[in-house]
T-cell receptor, first 112, second 110 residues
């Protein structure tokens, strides 16, 4: 079992729909990242969370530390949101163990 | 714009050859990590450097090695390339808990 599990693996939505991507993890963490990866490969950091909720424009990320679960929401989705969304956690232990452990990603396709 | 630049963007090598991938990060980003991302998978941790010393390594053989330089650049070297080494290689630098990713180098081994 992977330490970071995302669901769904693939998601197709119509433009304007509300989208939720889920992430569950099994290790103690110091932070959780939501990342966006476009077909070219480069990764952009969307959010870094250690508690509560953050909002940037149409994107909202929440985390429940007790339940070891995080969600990424996209409101009023648009075709340009089409990308792979990756959840990654940073172990709560510092030093060499403080690296990112990635989920496999959720491939989102938003149709016009 | 993350301030992390990787080169080259694409590379084709033959099995058995050696390859060097490069990463340039921002001033003050003392920690750099390298990840391998196979097609359809999440990135896997290769190793991490902090102030020019390796201080963490994932489950990769010794033919994967690295260097970090005082000017905040770093290298990933892979010897004796195998077909399974074909992947996207990502470099990420850290400032505190924040991570900044490069665009990646797509390596194809034929």
């Amino acid at each position: 079992k992977n330490e970071v599990e995302q669901s769904p693996q693939n998601l197709t939505a119509q433009e304007g729909e509300f989208i939720t991507i889920n992430c569950s993890y099994s290790v103690g963490i110091s932070a959780l990242h939501w990342l966006q990866q476009h077909p070219g490969g480069g990764i952009v950091s969307l959010f870094m969370l250690s508690s509560g909720k953050k909002k940037h424009g149409r994107l909202i990320a929440t985390i429940n530390i007790q339940e070891k679960h995080s969600s990424l929401h996209i409101t009023a989705s648009h075709p340009r949101d089409s990308a792979v969304y990756i959840c990654a956690v940073r172990s709560e232990y510092g030093g060499s163990q403080g690296n990112l452990i990635f989920g496999k990603g959720t491939k989102l396709s938003v149709k016009p | 714009e993350t301030g992390v630049t990787q080169s080259p963007t694409h590379l084709i090598k033959t099995r058995g050859q050696q390859v060097t991938l490069r990463c340039s990060s921002q001033s003050g980003h003392n920690t750099v990590s390298w990840y391998q991302q196979a097609l359809g998978q999440g990135p896997q941790f290769i190793f991490q450097y902090y102030r020019e010393e390796e201080n963490g390594r994932g489950n990769f053989p010794p033919r994967f090695s690295g260097l970090q330089f005082p000017n905040y650049s770093s290298e990933l070297n892979v010897n004796a390339l195998e077909l399974d080494d074909s992947a996207l290689y990502l470099c990420a630098s850290r400032r505190g808990a924040e991570a900044f990713f490069g665009q990646g180098t797509r390596l194809t081994v034929v």
